[in-house]
T-cell receptor, first 115, second 115 residues
Framework: NAGVTQTPKFRVLKTGQSMTLLCAQDMNHEYMYWYRQDPGMGLRLIHYSVGEGTTAKGEVPDGYNVSRLKKQNFLLGLESAAPSQTSVYFC??????????????FGAGSRLTVL | GENVEQHPSTLSVQEGDSAVIKCTYSDSASNYFPWYKQELGKRPQLIIDIRSNVGEKKDQRIAVTLNKTAKHFSLHITETQPEDSAVYFCAASTPSYNQGGKLIFGQGTELSVKP
């Protein structure tokens, strides 16, 4: 049981390049989330999904797209990377029902640098 | 949408002293309030949580209080130890049927416990 796995762990991009971050969970969780973490700003929600085939915008969705084609995977895409997207990205998931219905399980994070 | 404010941003205490971190939230529909601890380079980990039908919860040296009327909640750490040094995040969530129960985080508090 690996929990929440994020790939890649580190990536350096040039401005304008595109990339996809992959989040995979093996806990059969319904809900999945993508956050970004920047110094002094906490964890800000980018997009989230309440089930396979559904996605919704969070607090800071601009410049990102997501897809949830399979229940266990949640992809975060940057179509044209900008230096302002340099950040640490965390994926998280949780159950829809008890027990643990509200407890988020986080991945280890992906550090992205955009030059 | 929900907005969570957290204070202070940094907190330095002597080993053995108590530490208090405070958060306020804006959405009266929020009913779940967790606290996460993040050590340097690691993922956030849940340390304690409280639901809106409870006013206080304790777990050994950690306690959380909630004032629904004032929309604020606090984390109390007693008898602090150097290993308590980390960044602490509060968060607020609406029920899962409401926007996927998304967690909105505060900005974080960097706690430093000096030996």
């Amino acid at each position: 049981n690996a929990g929440v796995t994020q790939t890649p762990k580190f990536r350096v991009l040039k401005t304008g390049q595109s990339m996809t971050l992959l989040c995979a969970q093996d806990m059969n969780h319904e809900y999945m989330y993508w956050y970004r973490q920047d110094p002094g700003m906490g964890l800000r929600l980018i997009h989230y999904s309440v089930g396979e085939g559904t996605t919704a915008k969070g607090e800071v969705p601009d410049g990102y797209n997501v897809s949830r084609l399979k229940k266990q995977n949640f992809l975060l895409g940057l179509e044209s990377a900008a230096p302002s997207q340099t950040s640490v990205y965390f994926c998280a998931s949780k159950n829809r029902v008890a027990p643990g219905a509200n407890v988020l399980t986080f991945g280890a994070g992906s550090r992205l640098t955009v030059l | 949408g929900e907005n969570v404010e957290q204070h202070p941003s940094t907190l330095s205490v002597q080993e053995g002293d108590s530490a208090v971190i405070k958060c306020t939230y804006s959405d009266s529909a929020s009913n779940y309030f967790p606290w996460y601890k993040q050590e340097l380079g690691k993922r956030p980990q849940l340390i304690i949580d409280i639901r809106s039908n409870v006013g206080e919860k304790k777990d050994q040296r950690i306690a959380v209080t909630l004032n629904k009327t004032a929309k604020h909640f606090s984390l109390h750490i007693t008898e602090t130890q150097p290993e308590d040094s980390a960044v602490y995040f509060c968060a607020a969530s609406t029920p899962s049927y409401n926007q996927g129960g998304k967690l909105i985080f505060g900005q974080g508090t960097e706690l430093s416990v000096k030996p």
